[in-house]
């Protein structure tokens, strides 16, 4: 496969990248995080975006990692570059593959980074879709449980997509449910989508987490997350996934 070759040579060259989206709370307007996207630049023709590449390094423990070390390390180096520059970001989400979560290294990695880069905790999310949190949810509430007691905060993501049952949900730890955006998407027309947006709101209050809703891309549906008691949104409503100095272009001009 050529993922599978050209990946940790990909890693090396910088080909690999990260596009930036944030998050916005509705109460306040403020910036309370921003989700990094992974990209691969190709030579010549633009870059690949994540559906074309993920899956595959998915299936393979190894590559997960690389995959993962590459974000833990790439999102503590812009956490201390944007904390140094004074920009109030929030927190930065990574998407971690379960493949590399289950891994016995994980946590090791998880901690290099960490006391590589002190203070980098607080500044941190982990992303884990719901599918891949379920598969094995013993070890996954385990790990996760770990992370949070390193002041990381856990979320969610693409609930509802996974048809997770709510009790199996209740037992992981977690800070942040993110509501796919197939459901945020149909939130106004299809009452099954209203539905699944209810139970993350029910879910997040046992749990003292909040809810972002993604792919909000409408002001009718901004309108109607807050009626509903929805707190964060993320969607081209407010902003695409933009590189590193588009984004912070952005944050320097937002209100
Ligand atoms: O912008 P978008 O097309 O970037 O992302 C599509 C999907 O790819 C996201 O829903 C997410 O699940 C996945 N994805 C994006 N970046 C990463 C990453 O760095 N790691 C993993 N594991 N998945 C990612
Ligand atoms: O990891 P995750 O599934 O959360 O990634 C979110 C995906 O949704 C990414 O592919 C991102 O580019 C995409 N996305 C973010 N905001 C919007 C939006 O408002 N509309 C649409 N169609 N896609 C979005
Ligand atoms: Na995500
Ligand atoms: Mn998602």
């Known amino acids: 496969y050529q993922v599978y070759r050209e990946l940790p040579n990909a890693l090396a060259s910088q080909a690999l990248f990260l596009h930036y989206q944030p998050q916005i709370d509705l109460a306040t307007g403020a910036v309370i995080g921003v989700e990094a996207l992974v990209r691969w630049r190709h030579n010549g023709d633009g870059f690949w975006m994540p559906n074309s590449f993920i899956p595959i390094i998915e299936r393979d423990a190894a590559l997960s990692r690389q995959l993962g070390r590459f974000l833990l390390h790439s999102a503590a180096t812009a956490i201390a570059r944007w904390r140094s520059d004074h920009y109030a970001f929030g927190r930065v989400s990574i998407n971690i593959c379960a493949r590399h979560l289950q891994h016995s290294a994980f946590l090791d990695d998880l901690d290099e980074t960490l006391d590589r880069y002190p203070g980098t905790a ?8 719901e599918t891949q ?14 992370v949070r007691k390193r002041g990381i905060h856990v979320s969610l993501d693409d609930f509802g997509s996974g048809y997770a049952s709510l009790q199996h949900v209740r037992e992981l730890p977690l800070d942040v ?36 809703a993604e ?7 901004v309108s109607l997350w807050r009626r509903l008691g929805g707190e964060v949104i993320q969607g081209y409503f407010f902003a695409k996934p933009m590189g590193e100095r588009d984004w912070l272009d952005w944050l320097a001009r937002y209100r």
Not at 182 to 211: M, P, R, S, W
């Open 122 to 129: 607080a500044y941190l999310t982990l992303e884990l879709t």
């Open 133 to 146: 949190a379920l598969a094995d949810l013993d070890k996954s509430a385990r790990v996760l449980g770990e």
């Open 177 to 212: 449910i993110k509501l796919d955006l197939q459901f945020v998407q149909n939130l106004e027309h299809d009452t099954e989508a209203f539905a699944v947006g209810y139970a993350a709101l029910t879910l997040a209050e046992i749990h003292g987490a909040k809810v972002v």
């Open 215 to 221: 792919g909000v891309e409408e002001a009718r549906v």
